[in-house]
């Protein structure tokens, strides 16, 4: 029985594909490895939003040509957004690699993993080309490229794959994402999501009911509906338009069902509709991440975000005014090119004044292809890039533990997720989340208490951390 290991890097999308990829394996009939070495099936699901994501997948597999001397039947494949971005370049960087498929090909997958595997059967059962397994074919597979072809063909030809889901896949059997559109047609300047994921397209409503009940039934109570710009979710048929709202709306109606999460939110779009739906929908967690990017207007038009920063202050008041105990989270690229010190400024008033639960801050780092390489210089020095990081970090880290000290001597209530700890006396330290999002640490015997909800006294805080411990029992009577 041959064996597949998957190794993922990137975000959600890549981690939920790499489960998919991992269900429609198994339902070929191969088996998963423990880790790399056992593996006749090396598959690595990459991403490319850094340059530092590809060196380390393209040193990855430098390392792995051992490997396929060692194994010549073996297959060794790159799928996800490096694959779609690079295509034969993978080939010619990598000649042992034998297999590459973009994230709107994977549909195709586990047929171009049994075809490779019986093509090298077939030659290292041949005396003279024993050894000889990497000169058998190699299967590039991709969707057709945005600039190069019109929206309709190109959306077709990024495909839909929903192979069944399978518990054994995901990392825990109480959690799991579900993704309700593909791709992204925002094309921000910095960004090269919307070459490698193809045109928006969204998910019948049906069809995601489907697969959330499906999950529900396998024991999942905390379900994350994910889309690059999941709030631009907009299904036409039959002379009715779905928007998101009415997905929390039909998708919180599902029994069984505790926990309900959407990301990542685009800051244009987010009507009241949106709002209201969370602020209703009692599955529906307060947590939303809405990235900002800049505080600077100059920065934000370079990106292409097309929204300014007083837009984005003014969705964040409507936010906090219209959810109660509402957590916004935000993602921010420091050192875009031409950066001053006085936008760079701005954006650390934007981030003083919106009280983020947290902020993801990345230096820029230029990617071929996208436009921000092509119009702009990467001008900002790197020291530069650096310090406005720290001091960011340092800002948001600040915002977070006083945000965070709030919840000392309150009651939380969080979904278990599992082991952060082991003691070596014994015990464990248990780790789960809040329906706002906020980690919550405690001790516990073991890890019994994994995947159910809990409600704790919260003793102490850091900035991404709260400390909790369960209540005391009460006896009453005698
Ligand atoms: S919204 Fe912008 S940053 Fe997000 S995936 Fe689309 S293009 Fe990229």
Redesign the pocket.
Known sequence: MQKFYIETVGCQMNVLDSELVYSGLVQSGLVPATDRRNADIILFNTCSIRQHAEDKIYSALGRLKHWKVLKPYGVLGVIGCMAQKDQNIIFQRAPHVDLVVGPGQLELLPETVHQLLDEKLQRTSEPNLVGRGEESGKKLLVSLKRREHRHAEVAGSFRLFDPVRNPEARLNRFQAMVRIMFG?D???TY?I??SVRGPEQSRPPQEILDEVRRLVGQGVVEITLIG??VNSYCYKAGGKTVLLSDILYLVSAVEGLRRLCFVTN?PRGMGEDLLWAVRDLPKVAGHLHVPAQSGSDGVLGRMKRNYSATEYRELVNRIYSTIPNASITSDFIVGFCGETDGEFLQTVELVEGSRFRNSFIFKYSERPGTKSAELYSDDVPEPVKKMRNRVLLAIQDKISLEQNRQFIGKTAEILVEGISRQFENGGVQLSGRTSCGRIVVFDAPDDRLTGQFLKLNIYDAAPFTLFGRQPEPVFHGK
């Open positions: 992204c925002k094309f921000c960004c999501v919307p690059q710009a685009y």
